[in-house]
């Protein structure tokens, strides 16, 4: 666990760093539609760690839960055990549980509803010259603009401007993308107000 501690300390100290020479660079243009939004993402919101679930099977009431997503990404049900639930949206999740319910109710046509009734897993970092830099949890959806506003704002020594986004992608490669804040705020380019991914990094120089 500690050597885990470390990694990730050093990996935001490398990530800061060069964020920070990053400010002197000059943006190139950027074609920001070609990041994902996950309002419009057809698999819908995306079960993780510590994300509470409930699960309710019409007429067996012993058999409906409430359960919270573990770091491991499991959720415990009663008779079937141990489900992964990170992941997963709730139509996948829901059939994974209707399958493994089927081996006890083979002639039963079992109605299963999920639903997450309360998000954790949605976190951002905004980092920098803000009031309030910090790790940020929503239970919705949060653009660049909104994010920076939960933040407290720029301070007056921001460079707002020189903005990025940092992003891992799933190959696990980080990228920045550059963000003109003022931009934004103005509403000369709202196409830089992407929504934010879950541990994405705002840092305003």
Not at 72 to 83: A, E, S, V, Y
Not at 99 to 122: C, E, H, M, P
Not at 139 to 146: D, K, L, Y
Request: proline share 6%.
């Amino acid at each position: 666990m500690a050597k885990a501690t470390r990694c990730t300390t050093l990996f935001a100290l490398t990530l800061i760093a060069g964020l920070a020479l990053g400010a002197c660079k000059t943006v190139r243009p950027y074609d920001y539609s070609k990041e994902p939004d996950p309002r419009t993402n057809k698999r819908g919101f995306v079960i993780g760690p510590a994300d509470q679930v409930r699960i309710t099977v019409w007429r067996h009431g012993d058999l409906t839960t409430t359960a919270t997503v573990r770091p491991d990404g499991i959720i415990t049900m009663p008779l079937i055990g141990d489900i992964k639930a990170a992941g997963r949206n709730t139509k996948q999740l829901r059939e994974e549980i209707r399958a493994r319910l089927g081996k006890f109710y083979k002639d039963a046509q079992l109605t299963i509803t999920v639903a997450v009734t309360n998000v954790v897993s949605y976190r951002f970092t905004v980092s920098g010259q803000v009031s309030r830099p910090g790790l940020f949890t929503s239970s919705r959806f949060v653009t660049v603009q909104e994010a920076i506003a939960m933040a407290g704002g720029p301070t007056r020594f921001a460079k707002p401007d020189l903005a990025v986004v940092v992003r891992r992608g799933d190959d696990g490669r980080v990228r920045r993308i550059p963000i003109d804040y003022p931009a934004i705020a103005s509403g000369q380019s709202p196409e830089q107000n992407i929504v934010l991914l879950r541990g994405d990094v705002v840092h305003i120089p």
